[in-house]
């Protein structure tokens, strides 16, 4: 495999030379380079490879919690399970025994993915701030967080930090309060040969980015050029989307969280082709993040599902083929940037708020819709 150009001198003639944006707070573990030493540091972690990127670094999940087998699994294919019983209809019947299995875990298992697209990584400096909660206590900066914690230990959490670990290496902007738009949207979606940025969203009637096309090879893809995100039906998938499937087939968790970034409109509207209970259950995860940072003071920029780009279109991306090949509910949130006022100091604390209330969710009704926790499945 040849990479596409990292011609990194076309960034710096737009932007300046590149190393005054590597210094950032030691809590502001967003990259590999500057995370490495707190990884190895984790004590309670299982640590765990679960793939290579086309380019051959290691895709690395994190474990937290107990491993509850799942029992009485029967079928790999949830369509094959839901399919097998069509007769009376009932639209609430969507966790078959012979996929799902015959009990149900005592504590849900969420699985925080970062890093699809490498520098969207507010919600990776989240997840790893959230280990340090679990082992210490406190989050990288010595705050408590007693409630996350509490919330946490209720449930078996999968911290994956970079999915496209290609991209996370390729990013150059280590403090998001630095860098301004639209140096951060050049590294983000690349420079041309002849110096002009290249533009979201018209990157994506491109796929894979040839290497003709390319000078300064974005962040938003892997060293092959293939953005992720949409790497779902080719008949030779990314390496990369090979091991995310095989993982979580295998652990079929409750919810999957995938972290992006933009403006900060967090959990937006559910997928097309995702179940009507998993679509409502994610409209009120959403609704209650939003106003959650609302009521602490931090900007949330509400989607307006009227006008959305795409709304109504039936496209299919790798949120929604979390569902259809693990079963799991994906939640979808855009975290921000930063460059709307906020500081790696509130970013994180977005990132953690976030998850609090996605966990408090998982403890009290559990992320599985008419399946609540008190209703749970006899163990045979």
């Known amino acids: 495999m040849k990479p596409l150009h990292h011609n990194r001198k076309l960034l710096e003639e737009k932007f300046g030379l590149l190393e005054k944006h590597r210094e950032a707070p030691a809590f502001w573990v967003s990259t590999p380079e500057r995370s490495g030493a707190f990884i190895d540091s984790l004590k309670q972690a299982s640590k765990r490879v679960i793939g290579k990127s086309v380019a051959g670094r290691d895709i690395l999940a994190l474990e937290y919690g107990v491993d509850e087998p799942i029992v009485g699994v029967t079928s790999e294919s949830l369509h094959s399970s839901i399919a097998c019983q069509i007769a009376p209809c009932d639209p609430t019947r969507i966790f078959p025994e012979s996929f799902y299995g015959s009990s149900q875990r005592e504590r849900p298992m969420v699985v925080l993915q970062g890093g699809i697209h490498g520098g969207e990584y507010t919600g990776t400096v989240a997840a790893l701030n959230l280990c340090a909660i679990l082992e210490t206590g406190k989050d990288l900066r010595g705050k408590a967080w007693p409630e996350l914690e509490r919330l946490a230990r209720g449930l078996r959490i999968v911290v994956i930090p970079w999915l496209n670990p290609d991209a996370a290496w390729r990013w150059e902007f280590a403090n998001p309060e630095t860098s301004d738009r639209e140096a951060a949207m050049a590294n983000t979606h690349g420079i041309a040969p002849n110096g002009d940025i290249i533009r979201y969203e018209n990157h994506k009637a491109f ?19 293939v953005n992720l995100q949409y790497d779902v039906f080719q008949e030779d998938p ?17 919810a999957v969280v995938v972290f992006h970034c933009n403006d900060g409109t967090l959990i937006g509207p559910p997928e097309y082709y995702l179940p009507e209970g998993h679509q409502h259950l994610c409209s009120r995860i959403g609704g209650a993040v939003h106003n959650r940072l609302l009521r602490e003071g931090l900007h949330a920029r509400r989607l307006s599902w009227a006008d959305l780009p795409g709304m109504g279109k039936p496209f299919f991306n790798q949120i929604s083929a979390i569902y259809h090949v693990s ?17 790696c100091e509130t970013l994180l604390d977005a990132g953690l708020l976030s998850l609090e209330e996605i966990f408090f969710t998982a403890n009290v009704d559990g992320l599985r819709p008419y399946m609540t926790r008190a209703k749970k499945k006899k163990t045979p």
């Open 207 to 225: 796929w894979p980015l040839r290497q003709e096309a390319v000078g300064f090879l974005g962040s938003y893809f892997n060293d092959a050029g």
């Open 327 to 343: 079963g799991a509910l994906p939640l979808m949130i855009e975290l921000p940037y930063g460059f709307n006022g906020y500081t």
């Open 238 to 254: 990314q390496p990369e989307t090979r091991a995310w499937m095989t993982y979580y087939r295998e652990l079929r968790p409750d």
